[in-house]
T-cell receptor, first 112, second 112 residues
Framework: DTAVSQTPKYLVTQMGNDKSIKCEQNLGHDTMYWYKQDSKKFLKIMFSYNNKELIINETVPNRFSPKSPDKAHLNLHINSLELGDSAVYFC???????????FGSGTRLTVV | GQQVMQIPQYQHVQEGEDFTTYCNSSTTLSNIQWYKQRPGGHPVFLIQLVKSGEVKKQKRLTFQFGEAKKNSSLHITATQTTDVGTYFCAGPSGGGADGLTFGKGTHLIIQP
């Protein structure tokens, strides 16, 4: 059983398109996150959702919108994709402030 | 905002040599976490340190949290090829948010 699963694993798309990445966790965690990892491996938090409420939004362009239909899912929708959006996007979940994160396997997004 | 600095960015070692990565925060941390990311993989939680001066061991890995809770280190004794990857430290982002701010990681390269 995969604890945090993301789909798709790879996504190649043209500039200007709209795309979504799905994430599901079966750990019963209250908080889910989206992180972006660039080509230099820098991990930067994008969003955090706790019980379907957005907690943080780290100066991410409003072309990115998280959508959480329930506690176990946090999807990422991206409008009008740009070349600079190319990166690996990781979903993660946590059981609380003093618990480690469980990451999904990542989605490698390539915008051409 | 919260900043977590990590050095070195890259470390080449011969198999069997020791390895250390260092993490420094601009503010006092309530806790610090360490993650390992294998090439092509996702970050995997290793450990969390909470107490001032805390030292924890996992087989050949030794984790330390500074007395002032602003710095931490990860030391690997007698590296093996399975230790290859990027090691990240991460601290709470602060401001009541639940997210983690990650250091930029140390890429460990092992030459057989």
């Amino acid at each position: 059983d995969t604890a945090v699963s993301q789909t798709p694993k790879y996504l190649v798309t043209q500039m200007g398109n709209d795309k979504s990445i799905k994430c599901e966790q079966n750990l019963g965690h209250d908080t889910m996150y989206w992180y972006k990892q660039d080509s230099k491996k820098f991990l930067k938090i994008m969003f955090s959702y706790n019980n379907k409420e957005l907690i943080i939004n780290e100066t991410v362009p409003n072309r990115f919108s998280p959508k959480s239909p329930d506690k176990a899912h946090l999807n990422l929708h991206i409008n009008s994709l740009e070349l600079g959006d190319s990166a690996v996007y990781f979903c993660a979940s946590s059981g609380g402030h003093f618990y480690g994160y469980t990451f999904g396997s990542g989605t490698r997004l390539t915008v051409v | 905002g919260q900043q977590v600095m990590q050095i070195p960015q890259y470390q080449h070692v011969q198999e069997g040599e020791d390895f250390t990565t260092y993490c420094n925060s601009s503010t006092t941390l309530s806790n610090i976490q360490w993650y390992k990311q294998r090439p092509g993989g996702h970050p995997v939680f290793l450990i969390q340190l909470v107490k001032s001066g805390e030292v924890k061991k996992q087989k050949r890995l030794t984790f330390q949290f500074g007395e002032a809770k602003k710095n931490s280190s990860l030391h690997i004794t007698a590296t093996q090829t399975t230790d290859v990857g990027t090691y990240f430290c991460a601290g709470p982002s602060g401001g009541g948010a639940d997210g983690l701010t990650f250091g930029k990681g140390t890429h460990l390269i092992i030459q057989p």
